[in-house]
């Protein structure tokens, strides 16, 4: 049953790649031959390779899997492949990586990137929620002094401007 | 002689205080980055660029020399200490170095961890330094015709050798390639694959590609799978050995210098076949063959030695000709062409200071890497039990300072979500990430170098093979594809005609 449902998911992988090699055969079509120049390699010629490459690979991929070949999913230290991806962890943390990019511009960096390191610590199942925000804080508000003082670059200082 | 002349200014480089201290921060850093679980040597890298923007791309390739070794000793500490790592090149050393750690050995196996490392990097630095001068003199002669055969050598090794599926590895390196083509096609000025996206033009920047893919897919995807029971870490005090380890050890850290530096050196997908071969190496000529599998110290000292010296060797085609072969390499030249440097056969004579600073700086980083890891090895242990949120929300925090430091733009922030998605991807179906984020760096020179073949023979497909060395590359790249089937084929066979 999981390894049917595997399988459905892994032709979707295939749909990608065929997908992504349609996008470049036709991205590659738009493209305009240089005038006068020599040789049967002009702009269009890499595009259309990698597009074909990638319709051949979604074909053979396709192939495989129908054929009863599976992906292996990666392994690691920290990694138990024994339950099925956590979507609400992902979500979670996916939220919080969102929240950094709006806000990053808006409240600067040193706002931002507390919210963004809060934010990921609870989605990964952290609930010492003062340490966590003391720590949080003190993260992108030492970094933000790191860059702009030690490397010289400029990450945005935000609604603290004056403060820092 | 003229190596050994340069390689001194070199040190005389690498020796100036202020640079001595970039490589010790570089190796600090490294090791004790590399040692997180879950942080390969290419994502340590890949994380700490952003440190060297401020630098001198001199000081900058000094810290890297540091980096690269410190990283890579971190991650056998992991795979001894923790077992099952997440980067290929030490799955050997955890085999024996966990059943070692297991039985109260990790001192030991730490010891000849860091002492073959140090000699190997040694032997290998010092090969590197005596073989880069003339395969530059030998480089030279080569032209278009030739680097593209190389290329689609290295682009076939690591699809064919890495990983257990070749379709997959293909269709990695087809993403990777469709990758490297976004941005303005640089003969006739047209955007490519943009999508009318302006901040798209100049391509995707490299640390964006590089900690997308390794940091952020890898923080994501661990996270979603995070182990609910943390893993069992071995506690360990100082490293050192008896001398019956040494006299277990030395020949297979020569033995294993002299298998992963030619391995390193060629473009044949980087340490996973030579630390395996030298792991098989070590328990044919063991004396105690039985000890295998149950944490024999040959085969820990064996592959922790070619894993180091292959890494050295990987230096001569990412220096000479600006080809990287492993993951960590192709960061490295990504790193490069941010600071305007292109490696290739001009660098040696356009930036000697850079280049025998940085092996200078490797010899320096691996004293530095010795003397910080036999003691240090209890420290590095404790940040093997780092509260896990902790240590994938460090990751995506600064993975986003690094994306976002490098143009100051929220742009490559939604670009690394959506690399960051696709790494992820790629880890839950099983396509290697390696050969995508070759594909990424050096589609584009590759694209480069086959127009300009292709020029120069007017048009004439054959302008591709008509010298003797591309040739040559071919029947390579021919052998690659054909032999290990048919070797496969004739093994699954042989049992059958038993049975018959």
């Known amino acids: ?164 | 002689m003229d190596a050994l002349s340069e390689l001194l200014n070199g040190f005389a480089t690498a020796a100036h205080p202020t640079n001595l201290l970039y490589a010790f921060v570089g190796v600090l850093l490294g090791t004790a980055i590399g040692v997180l679980p879950g942080i390969g040597p290419a994502m340590t890298i890949a994380l700490l660029l952003p440190l060297t923007y401020a630098l001198e791309p001199t000081q900058a390739f000094i810290m890297f020399a540091g980096i690269y070794y410190g990283g890579m000793y971190g991650g056998s500490t992991t795979s001894i200490l923790l077992n099952t790592p997440g980067e290929s090149a030490s799955v050997v050393t955890a085999i024996e170095g966990n059943k070692m750690a297991r039985k109260g050995r990790a001192a030991a196996a730490l010891a000849t961890a860091a002492i073959g490392s140090f000699i190997a990097g040694t032997i290998g630095t010092l090969a590197l330094a005596l073989v880069a001068p003339g395969v530059v003199k030998l480089a030279i002669k080569m032209g278009a015709p030739d680097y593209f055969a190389v290329m689609v050598l290295a682009f076939i090794a690591v699809t064919t050798v890495l990983g257990s599926s070749k379709i997959r590895g293909l269709a990695a390196l087809a993403i990777g390639l469709l990758v490297g083509t976004i941005g303005i096609d640089p003969t006739s000025g047209q955007q490519r694959l943009t999508l009318g996206l302006p901040e798209l033009a100049d391509g995707i920047d490299v640390v964006v590609v590089a900690v997308g893919l390794f940091a952020v897919g890898e923080a994501l995807w661990i996270a979603a799978h995070l182990r609910r029971t943390p893993a069992e870490i071995i506690s360990v005090g100082a490293a050192r050995m008896t001398r019956e380890d040494w006299r277990r050890s030395w020949k297979p850290w020569l033995r294993g210098t002299a298998i992963g530096f030619p391995f390193g050196a060629i473009p044949a997908g980087g340490a996973e076949i030579p630390t395996f071969l030298s792991y098989v190496t070590e328990k044919k000529l063991s004396k105690h063959p039985e000890e295998f599998g149950q944490g024999a110290i040959e085969g820990v000292a064996g592959p922790e030695a070619t894993n180091n010296a292959s890494a050295a060797g990987g230096l001569v085609p990412l220096l000479t000709l600006g080809i990287p072969t492993t993951a960590t390499a192709a960061v490295m030249l990504g790193a490069f062409q941010g600071y305007g440097i292109q490696p290739g056969t001009r660098l040696l004579q356009t930036q000697p200071e850079l280049v025998w600073g940085l092996v200078a700086s490797l010899f320096i980083g691996n004293v530095i890497l010795l003397a910080l890891n036999l003691p240090l090895a209890p420290m590095w242990a404790k940040l093997l039990r780092i509260p896990r949120p902790y240590l994938y929300a460090g990751i995506l925090f600064f993975a986003s300072i690094g994306a976002y430091a490098a143009n100051l733009s929220t742009f490559d922030l939604w670009l690394l979500l959506v690399l960051g998605a696709l790494g992820f991807g790629m880890r839950r179906f099983g396509l290697p990430v390696v050969p995508a984020i070759i594909g990424i760096i050096l589609g584009p020179t590759a694209e480069v170098q086959l127009r300009r073949a292709l020029q120069i023979s007017d048009g004439h497909i054959s302008g591709l093979t008509d010298t003797w060395f591309a040739k040559i590359v071919y029947v390579v790249i021919l052998l690659v594809l054909v032999v290990p089937p048919i070797v496969t084929r004739l093994r699954t066979r042989e049992p059958v005609k038993v049975g018959d």
Do not use: C
Not at chain 1, 63 to 77: F, H, K, N, S, T
Not at chain 1, 96 to 122: E, K, Q, Y
């Open chain 1, 1 to 164: 049953m999981a390894a049917v449902k595997q399988g459905r998911s892994e032709l979707g992988v295939a749909l990608l790649l065929l997908i992504l090699g349609g996008w470049a055969l036709i991205d590659a079509t738009q493209l305009a031959a240089v005038e006068g120049a020599r040789g049967p390699v002009g702009p269009k010629t890499v595009p259309i390779a990698v597009g074909i490459l990638l319709v051949v690979s979604a074909v053979l991929l396709a192939a495989d899997i129908l054929r009863g070949g599976r992906g292996e999913q990666e392994a690691g230290e920290d990694v138990d492949l024994s339950h099925g991806s956590d979507w609400k962890t992902l979500g979670l943390l996916v939220a919080a990586f969102v929240a950094n990019v709006l806000l990053i511009d808006r409240l600067g960096w040193p706002v931002s990137g507390a919210v963004l390191f809060f934010g990921t610590t609870f989605a990964l199942g952290s609930r010492h929620l003062i340490r966590n925000a003391i720590l949080s804080v003190a993260l992108s508000v030492s970094t933000w002094y790191l860059f702009n003082l030690g490397l010289g670059i400029a990450l945005p200082v935000g609604i603290l401007k004056g403060i820092l």
